[in-house]
């Protein structure tokens, strides 16, 4: 993990899984949500969590969640309904609900209509925020299937030239099942950083590297430099001479298959209408599933084995490491900022609901 968002030891207050997990489920049933659906929220937000994409977990409750629950801008009881469906596909209108919750249902119906036809396709309009794109793409590998998840994330982002924000964060993820390594799990936006994480380095105090963010004006800042009050995402890439074209035309993509396909329109057309998009591929409709597990066993094992350019230990693959930090934290505990824990037990006691954080 970038030390960037990583949050110092002397700062860090290692909370148990199971813990965080009864206080964020509380409070969500507090705000209004079904018991069910407060439990899918809660694992989703916890993968997060467990496997350090700390900038899609719990903390995302205090500036986003929260606050729009109890304005209504986010429904606590949604009644998401398919709008337009055929055997292989489907569109729901997720009625303002939470995606960290209607996403993964997208993704299951996804499955159940792999599991018939080969493949499946679910996109989701009237959506709002859904998490770590992993957590949903994942949900199909750990049944056997290739899974990918995309959703249009706000917007914050710059066209390569542009000097206005046009585009979200729009992340991709893709998970592949193994028989005895970790899956593959890749998880990444299409701005040159998460949103989110320049939220948390902001929090601890870190600066910006070069490359990905612009000054207001549409200047790539190609410095390090601390968190601007004001300033703009840059697409993967960074700048045209570094392939920053390959990043704008990636997040074009996701909208397509996420807004466009799903009849709302691109992202900054639609600002907090949320449009989501999950695939399921049944392995067995392609070629022998045992075969291909065996041959990602020996991808993954072969890319591990790489020899590491000198100045690095060792050559990882995307799902390896966080699945080594899923690990470690189950033992040890999830390292949150001592003012993110702060923040829960000041909303439990606000919501009068049960809280076994630490004070």
């Given at each position: 993990?970038?030390?960037t968002?990583s949050v110092?030891?002397?700062?860090?207050v290692?909370v148990p899984?199971?813990d965080?997990?009864?206080?964020?489920?509380?409070?969500?049933?507090?705000?209004?949500m079904?018991l069910d659906?407060?439990a899918?929220?809660?694992?989703?937000?916890?993968y997060a969590?467990?496997?350090?994409?700390d900038?899609?977990?719990?903390?995302?409750?205090?500036?986003?969640?929260?606050?729009?629950l109890r304005?209504?801008?986010?429904?606590?009881?949604?009644?998401?309904?398919?709008?337009r469906?055929?055997?292989a596909?489907?569109t729901?209108d997720?009625?303002a609900?939470l995606g960290?919750s209607?996403?993964?249902?997208a993704?299951?119906?996804a499955i159940?209509?792999?599991a018939?036809v080969g493949v499946?396709?679910?996109v989701v309009?009237?959506g709002r925020?859904?998490?770590?794109a992993a957590?949903?793409a994942?949900?199909?590998?750990?049944?056997?299937?290739i899974g990918?998840?995309?959703?249009?994330?706000?917007i914050?982002?710059?066209?390569?030239f542009?000097?206005q924000?046009?585009l979200?964060?729009?992340p991709?993820?893709?998970?592949v099942p193994s028989?005895?390594?970790a899956?593959?799990?890749?998880?990444a936006?299409?701005?040159?950083?998460a949103?989110?994480k320049?939220r948390?380095?902001?929090r601890?105090?870190?600066?910006?590297?070069?490359g990905?963010i612009?000054?207001?004006?549409?200047?790539p800042v190609?410095?390090?430099?601390p968190?601007?009050e004001q300033f703009?995402?840059?697409?993967?890439g960074?700048?045209?001479d570094?392939?920053?074209h390959?990043?704008?035309?990636?997040a074009?993509?996701?909208d397509?298959?996420?807004?466009?396909l799903?009849?709302?329109?691109?992202?900054?057309?639609n600002v907090?209408?949320?449009s989501?998009?999950c695939?399921?591929?049944?392995?067995?409709?392609?070629?022998d599933?045992?075969w291909?597990?065996?041959?990602?066993d020996?991808y993954?094992?072969?890319?591990?084995?790489c020899?590491p350019?000198?100045?690095h230990?060792?050559v990882?693959?995307?799902?390896?490491l966080?699945?080594?930090?899923e690990?470690?934290?189950?033992?040890?505990?999830?390292?949150?900022h001592r003012?993110v824990v702060?923040y829960?037990?000041?909303?439990?006691?606000?919501?009068?609901?049960?809280c076994?954080?630490p004070?």
């Open positions: 993990m970038d030390e968002f110092p030891e002397e700062l860090a290692r899984p199971a965080m997990a009864a206080t964020v489920n509380a409070i969500f049933c507090a705000l209004g079904p659906r407060a899918q929220c809660t694992e989703t937000l916890l969590d467990r496997r350090g994409i900038s899609h977990g719990v903390s995302n409750m205090f500036p986003y969640y929260v606050h729009d304005r209504g801008t986010i429904k606590a009881d949604p009644n998401p309904t398919i709008v469906e055929t055997p596909t489907a729901i997720s009625d609900g960290l209607v996403a993964a249902d993704m299951r119906l159940a209509k792999a018939t499946g396709t679910v309009t009237n925020h859904f998490g770590a957590y949903h994942h949900l199909a590998a750990e049944r056997g299937y990918m998840a995309m959703t249009v994330g706000g914050q982002v710059l066209p390569t542009g000097s924000p046009m979200g964060l729009n991709i993820a893709v998970a028989r005895r390594r899956p593959f799990v890749f998880d936006s299409m701005s040159a950083v949103g989110n320049i948390i380095a902001r601890l105090g870190n600066p910006v590297k070069p990905w612009a000054e207001s004006d549409g200047t190609m410095d390090s430099r968190v601007p703009h995402m840059l697409p993967l960074a700048t045209r570094l392939g920053s390959k990043g704008y035309g990636l074009m993509i996701v397509v298959l996420c807004g466009m799903a009849g709302t329109g691109p992202g900054y057309a907090g209408n949320i989501h998009h695939s399921a591929y049944r392995i067995e409709a392609f070629c599933p045992e291909f597990l065996d041959q990602m020996r993954l094992d072969d890319l591990a084995a020899p350019a000198p100045g230990e060792r990882l693959y995307a799902g390896q966080e699945a080594e930090t690990a470690d934290r189950n033992q040890r505990g999830i390292p949150y003012d702060q829960f037990v000041e909303l439990a006691d606000e919501l009068n609901v049960a076994p954080l004070r």
